[in-house]
């Protein structure tokens, strides 16, 4: 495995269980739609949208949405998932460069780790350009220095008490333990910012920031962003 582009183009266990993949989207659309302008009608991005499984919920609030993903694969299937539901377009790499100027807003939830550090400003430069002016880029996951693995099962168990399914929890970091996600998070790392650095980071790519009182979705540990574009 060389990439994480790769690993999630293919088969993954990142949900343990339906109950999981239902609460873990309830509540990371619910957070999103919060940190968002209170309007219907946005052309919103999802970058890095994975299998977005969250789309129609937040379709549902009255925006058109449009999908992107870096994996062809993952491209193919979010396109057969939502093929004529006219709320929701899934856009390929040649969509994305002549959208500039396109969105309303844009959201990145659980991506920044896996963006190389070196590639993150021209990631950023990139939301710039997509943005219409005042347009608002909302980040999620954004994983901390100081907080690894320990943090994550935390989250993990407390979000399955919570939401009932701590049984398939711990099945499921029985099984992640040795699956493919931990060796090739070993292998090919994840990167991580502070606070004040990676609202320095958005500052320098144009956007006035702040950072969100709480992060976007049921991983506490990690820190969520606000910025518009300026």
């Given at each position: 495995?060389?990439?994480?582009?790769?690993?999630?183009?293919?088969?993954?266990?990142?949900?343990?269980?339906?109950?999981?993949?239902?609460?873990?989207?309830?509540?990371?659309?619910?957070?999103?739609?919060a940190a968002l302008p209170h309007q219907a009608g946005l052309r919103i991005l999802d970058y890095g949208s994975g299998d977005a499984l969250g789309a129609p919920s937040l379709a549902a609030f009255g925006h058109q949405i449009a999908l992107y993903?870096?994996?062809?694969?993952?491209?193919?299937?979010?396109?057969?998932?939502?093929?004529?539901?006219?709320?929701?377009?899934?856009?390929?790499?040649?969509?994305?460069?002549?959208?500039?100027?396109?969105?309303?807003?844009?959201?990145?939830?659980?991506?920044?780790?896996?963006?190389?550090?070196?590639?993150?400003?021209?990631?950023?430069?990139?939301?710039?350009?997509?943005?219409?002016?005042?347009?608002?880029?909302?980040?999620?996951?954004?994983?901390?220095?100081?907080?690894?693995?320990?943090?994550?099962?935390?989250?993990?168990?407390?979000?399955?008490?919570?939401?009932?399914?701590?049984?398939?929890?711990?099945?499921?970091?029985?099984?992640?333990?040795?699956?493919?996600?931990?060796?090739?998070?070993?292998?090919?790392?994840?990167?991580?910012?502070?606070?004040?650095?990676?609202?320095?980071?958005?500052?320098?790519?144009?956007?006035?920031?702040?950072?969100?009182?709480?992060?976007?979705?049921?991983?506490?540990?990690?820190?969520?962003?606000?910025?518009?574009?300026?």
């Amino acid at each position: 495995m060389t990439s994480w582009t790769e690993f999630w183009g293919g088969k993954h266990s990142i949900y343990v269980s339906p109950r999981h993949v239902e609460a873990h989207f309830r509540r990371l659309t619910e957070d999103l739609a919060a940190a968002l302008p209170h309007q219907a009608g946005l052309r919103i991005l999802d970058y890095g949208s994975g299998d977005a499984l969250g789309a129609p919920s937040l379709a549902a609030f009255g925006h058109q949405i449009a999908l992107y993903d870096a994996s062809a694969e993952v491209q193919a299937r979010i396109a057969r998932r939502y093929d004529g539901d006219p709320r929701i377009a899934v856009l390929d790499d040649r969509a994305l460069a002549s959208s500039d100027g396109s969105f309303d807003a844009i959201i990145v939830s659980s991506v920044i780790q896996y963006i190389p550090r070196d590639a993150l400003p021209a990631t950023i430069a990139r939301w710039r350009r997509l943005l219409v002016p005042h347009g608002i880029l909302v980040i999620a996951d954004v994983m901390r220095p100081d907080a690894g693995m320990a943090e994550d099962v935390a989250d993990l168990l407390g979000f399955a008490w919570k939401e009932r399914f701590l049984s398939a929890a711990l099945l499921g970091l029985f099984r992640t333990f040795f699956s493919d996600y931990r060796r090739v998070r070993r292998a090919l790392g994840l990167s991580r910012y502070t606070g004040q650095e990676f609202l320095a980071l958005l500052a320098a790519g144009g956007f006035q920031a702040e950072a969100l009182p709480q992060n976007p979705g049921p991983n506490c540990h990690r820190l969520g962003f606000r910025g518009t574009r300026a």
